[in-house]
């Protein structure tokens, strides 16, 4: 009942969370348009409305930064970036166990980065997160 009644209260203000981190994917959206090699996760056509309840980057070789350097200016700022998720593949549970598939999975991990995508970070959060990537270019 409890989880219930919890759930219910969340459905209440669901349209208004999901705006918000729509909102942040359009701030990195923003952010990055303008910097070469960093590549915003973005819907693959009109016909998906995405919730971005995760907003994420790709940083790839012609970026004026690298994944580590992005990571360890950010964490010095106290804000948290995080890998994308490692493949099932590459986990050590399943060392040696057969794959089928081509290394996308891999390719997005070592290139990926989730970013803060709270629906609870205001301006003051946004303003940050833009300081430290100006700082980087």
């Not at 891999?106 to 290139?111: G, N």
Request: proline content about 4%.
């Amino acid at each position: 009942n409890i989880s219930a009644g919890i759930g219910r209260g969340q459905m209440e203000v669901l349209d208004q969370h999901v705006n918000l981190r729509r909102g942040m994917n359009t701030f990195y959206v923003n952010l990055f348009k303008n910097i070469k090699g960093v590549e915003v996760q973005k819907q693959p056509n009109k016909d998906f409305y995405s919730n971005f309840w995760l907003s994420c980057i790709l940083i790839n070789k012609e970026a004026p930064f690298t994944i580590a350097q992005f990571q360890e200016a950010m964490a010095l700022a106290n804000i948290e970036t995080r890998p994308l998720w490692k493949p099932m593949h590459l986990q050590p549970i399943f060392k040696g166990s057969l794959y089928f598939g081509d290394t996308l999975s891999q390719t997005l991990f070592s290139k990926g980065l989730c970013l803060p995508s709270g629906s609870n970070l205001k301006d003051k959060d946004r303003d940050r997160i833009s300081s430290v990537v100006n700082s980087l270019l």
